[in-house]
């Protein structure tokens, strides 16, 4: 089975651009989490999506936001781009994400450059 | 907030020997779960080991293990054996609730340990 794909896997904006970041996950996980990791960073905690509604959102200005498709795949937006939103953007996928032992499963990521 | 903290921010090993990797951790929930991920230079985020809270018993995978110290708030990572497929960026981390009462999970990571192994 193919683990969690994200598209594309590198990307170069301009600042105030806005940009779209693609996740499908794991056959049969419902639940898609986003993380941004800056360089030398661990990952941050941006959303997760479960059955196509919010279900959680980090300390992340309203330029972020996402959505969840009925096949489980998500979006990640990012409007009027900063220099700051450059980083490395993981998707993570689980099964339903309400149980704390559920593992999530990462993508390869994606990789926006803001100049 | 809660917090998780690994101190060190490089280490290296030779191939074949062992090392452990510290991870501290803050928490106010009864029952938690605790995860290493290894991020190889290909940046793909893996998981290595989980650990379970309400279990004494310290988990381990092939030649991962952990030493789970729950008065502490210790999980450190031991790899014996080394191998040069090692060499990674590994990331302690915490699940934790995203909003008090509620019933939906998000990790908290360190900031991670550069792992070199040498040949």
């Known amino acids: 089975d193919a683990g969690v794909t994200q598209s594309p896997t590198h990307l170069i904006k301009t600042r105030g651009q806005q940009v779209t970041l693609r996740c499908s996950p794991i056959?049969?996980?419902?639940?898609v989490s986003w993380y941004q990791q800056v360089l030398g960073q661990g990952p941050q905690f941006i959303f997760q999506?479960?059955?196509?509604?919010?279900?959680g959102r980090g300390n992340f200005p309203d330029r972020f936001s996402a959505r969840q498709f009925p096949n489980y795949s998500s979006e990640l937006n990012v409007n009027a781009l900063l220099l700051g939103d450059s980083a490395l953007y993981l998707c993570?996928?689980?099964?339903?994400?309400?149980?704390?032992?559920?593992?999530?499963?990462f993508g390869p990521g994606t990789r926006l450059l803001v100049l | 907030a809660q917090t998780v903290t690994q101190s060190q921010p490089e280490m290296s090993v030779q191939e074949a020997e062992t090392v452990t990797l510290s991870c501290t951790y803050d928490?106010?929930?009864?029952?938690?779960?605790l995860f290493w991920y290894k991020q190889p230079p290909s940046r793909q985020m893996i998981l290595v080991i989980r650990?379970?809270?309400?279990?004494?018993q310290n988990a381990t995978e092939n030649r991962f293990s952990v030493n789970f110290q729950k008065a502490a708030k210790s999980f450190s990572l031991k790899i014996s054996d080394s191998q040069l497929g090692d060499t990674a960026m590994y990331f302690c981390?915490?699940?934790?609730?995203?909003?008090?009462?509620?019933?939906?999970?998000?990790?908290?990571f360190g900031k991670g340990t550069l792992l070199t192994v040498n040949p």
């Open positions: 993570a996928s689980s099964g339903t994400g309400q149980q704390g032992w559920e593992t999530q499963y």
């Open positions: 056959s049969g996980h419902k639940s």
């Open positions: 999506y479960y059955e196509k509604e919010e279900r």
């Open positions: 928490t106010s929930e009864s029952n938690y779960y």
């Open positions: 650990q379970e809270a309400y279990k004494q």
């Open positions: 981390a915490n699940h934790q609730l995203i909003n008090s009462g509620g019933s939906n999970y998000k990790l908290t």
